[in-house]
């Protein structure tokens, strides 16, 4: 009975692990794996993508045009 009991608690599965997506090819080939880092490092890219593009629209619309400067003298025509 001992040895079943071993065997009993060795089956526990670890549910701290985490979640792990493994993307398999047609020929049964691993292509790529996901892990949870990857995950919030892709959150917080797009977080951050989107601070900058509202940082940047707010600041092109409060900034004053840029006015061109018109040439001082005209340019030179070359005729053939």
């Not at 880092?37 to 840029?66: E, K």
Request: hydrophobic fraction near 40%.
């Amino acid at each position: 009975m001992s040895k079943f009991e071993s065997r009993q608690s060795q089956l526990k599965l670890d549910t701290d692990e985490g979640w792990v997506v493994q993307v398999y090819g047609s020929n049964r080939r691993l292509l790529c794996v996901l892990e949870p880092s990857h995950a919030w490092i892709f959150l917080i890219g797009c977080v951050v993508g989107l601070l900058l593009s509202v940082i940047w629209m707010n600041a092109a619309r409060y900034s004053p045009p840029l006015e061109p400067t018109p040439p001082t003298e005209l340019p030179i025509w070359q005729v053939d």
